[in-house]
């Protein structure tokens, strides 16, 4: 029987699977690993939405099919939230629909809107589903760069020029997982222009929407007008609300686009449990405290790690967004590729880190490091830092 399936050749081995399968085996061994790999979020949602998911559990008409789309009050509160957050108007039966988690519903739109051999314009390094979501769909990959300079307007004039079929959808991800750059509105202001142009759709994933630091808020793509025309944007309660677990996220924006990918889903999924649905609604809409306090959390944290990492020998741009930062591999130890070096920093330091050669090529001399310990934990993963580092000759000292 034939078991060489079609779409099994066009993914290849998870590369971050490998670091993860070695930090599952220390610590079965009983190795206090640092897990700084996985953007996991380690605190827990408000009270008031769990209790809210609790009490809507127990009554006796809430365990049905849900709507794919989402509940009618949950559309209603993300656009409220649009409104009051960038000052965009939203029409929540048309322009929204609630996906579960920004990755299942890029998945969902790709699938949606991909005819075999179209070409997609996808950053590169980039968080794996705006590559693969689309592969799996058919399509072909052509990367852009992620850092959003004068390279990356030209990359975009350049794949319009020369590929063939001409690209038909754009990826964004500001702020970037993994890099954390980030961008301003007249970043996104000239690219709803070059889209108009070029005639391309531009998917903006705006997950990390409310971990901006330094107080410089992130804008959407939605802010700019007409950006409805030819954009889509997700975003996600994971890291806003700590709600990672519980599969929750949006898309809004273009019509079209829109009740594409709801006419998908509508064959794929009846939508996430109801009382789920109706705890979202209660964050949204609730007191917004955690979420100040989160960005809080997040960028102390930032603070602490760009500190005792560079006291240790390790120096690492502070980001200025997301849940991450983006390392440059220690310049001694940069000839050991990202992979290898991530798995010595697990054997060796006991701390895992992302190898950025997962997110692509031009990820490779990085590695991602997801700021989900506390303090005290991250100042520990450094002194193992500089104790493995001191053992090399490579901690710059």
Request: aromatic share 10%; hydrophobic share 40%.
């Amino acid at each position: 029987m034939n078991t060489d399936f079609y779409r099994m050749k066009r993914l290849p081995p998870y590369v971050i699977a490998e670091v993860n399968a070695m930090r599952a085996a220390a610590r079965k061994e009983g190795r206090d690993i640092i897990d700084l790999g996985m953007g996991n979020p380690d605190q827990p949602p408000p009270q008031h939405v769990i209790d809210k998911l609790c009490e809507v559990a127990q009554k006796s008409d809430a365990h049905g099919y849900s709507q794919s789309k989402g509940i009618p009050g949950l559309r209603k509160a993300k656009a409220n939230y649009y409104g009051r957050r960038f000052g965009v108007d939203l029409d929540p039966e048309t322009e929204i629909v609630v996906t579960m988690g920004s990755k299942e519903g890029l998945a969902s739109l790709a699938n949606a809107i991909t005819a075999p051999g179209d070409v997609i314009l996808a950053p590169n390094p980039s968080y794996p589903i705006h590559t693969f979501g689309f592969i799996i769909a058919g399509a072909t990959i052509r990367a852009v760069p992620t850092t959003p300079d004068e390279e990356y307007w030209r990359a975009l004039e350049n794949a319009m020029a020369f590929t063939v079929p001409r690209p038909s959808v754009l990826v964004v991800n500001f702020p970037s997982n993994p890099t954390a750059e980030v961008v301003d509105l007249a970043f996104y202001e000239r690219l709803v222009a070059w889209a108009k142009e070029n005639e391309v759709w531009i998917l903006s994933d705006l997950a990390y929407s409310e971990l901006y630091y330094d107080g410089n808020p992130t804008p959407s793509i939605m802010q700019v007008p007409g950006a409805k025309d030819v954009a889509v944007e997700f975003t996600s309660m994971s890291k806003t609300y700590s709600m990672a677990g519980w599969r929750m996220g949006f898309a809004v924006g273009n019509k079209e686009l829109i009740a594409a990918m709801t006419r998908v889903k509508s064959y794929l999924d009846y939508g996430a449990f109801t009382p789920i649905q109706a705890a979202a609604c209660a964050a949204l809409n609730g007191p917004q405290d955690i979420v100040e306090t989160n960005r809080a959390l997040y960028q102390k944290r930032r603070d602490v790690m760009v500190e005792s990492f560079a006291r240790a020998g390790w120096d690492i741009p502070p980001p200025p967004a997301s849940m991450f930062a983006w390392a440059p591999l220690p310049p001694a130890l940069k000839d050991m590729g990202s992979l290898e070096f991530s798995k010595q920093l697990l054997t060796h330091a006991e701390v895992a880190v992302a190898p950025g050669v997962g997110y692509g090529e031009m990820g490779e001399g990085f590695v991602r490091i997801a700021m989900v310990e506390n303090e005290q934990r991250l100042r520990q993963a450094a002194r193992n830092v500089k104790r493995y580092l001191s053992s090399l000759g490579a901690s710059g000292e």
